[in-house]
């Protein structure tokens, strides 16, 4: 009760930020040195490529095309900061989930920054969502997804667990962003402008600069837990089969009824099945 009276009065506030004490801590260390100091490197994914273009079937604006330019922008930005910038891809083509996650595991000292566009069948839906897997990738994933909703004028969708393939096997922290539905008409047209893709590239730069300190900028009546965002159930997208699929939506319409009580709409739909399999 306490943990969903918590949930309810953070979606409201629009802000998911993280309360792991080490996060708090790691927020102090940082306040108390002046910021970030340590260089680490970003390794960024630029979500699906060559013959997958992402998105849903008959989707018009091609994902893969809406996320490189997002990804090259941010590694501008990065690297003009002093960051080590890693691609997972630079130009179209296309890398399977493993190796985007073996290029991640090669490094120390790193995040991982994946770059995705949301797409469902329902045009209404929109919104920004920010995923996480690990403990470890939750200031990460605050932080981010604090910058960029803040940015944008796409709705807050929240900062979600959930155990996708490029989030569970990576080593380091690691944050998935769904930067706005290319399925509703205007986040479609938001999308499609140069500026705005500058302003979404900005945003993710921000967070990944302010990892260890936006957890503590706030009062802890908005301090969410690690605990307070529950997994989300997850498709093994090395694996997707049609059972899968369907198990999966029917697991998704269990959780929508269950937050019926909740302020904010259930739009999970989008995360499921055939919409994408990657993210
Ligand atoms: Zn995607």
Partial sequence: MRRNFFGIALLAAGLLITGLSSASHAARSSRSSGGDSSPITVVIDA???GHDRGGIPGQRIAEKDMTLDVALRLRNILSANGYHVVMTRSSDVFVPLGGRVAIAN?????????????ATGRSGASGIETYFYSRDSLPLASAIHY??????PSANRGVRRRGYYVLRKTAI???LVECGFLTNPTEAAY???AGYRQKLADEIAAGIRGRNSVGGGFSTTRVATAESIPLQPYI???KVAKSERRRSKRSHKKSARKKKSSSKPADSEARTGTSDREG
């Fill in 191 to 193: 999308a499609q402008s």
């Fill in 173 to 175: 922290p690691a944050v």
């Fill in 236 to 238: 093994d997208q090395t």
């Fill in 147 to 152: 910058y960029v909703t803040g940015g944008a």
């Fill in 47 to 49: 979500g699906h490529g």
């Fill in 106 to 118: 090669s490094y120390r000292n790193a995040v991982f920054v994946c770059i995705h566009f949301n």
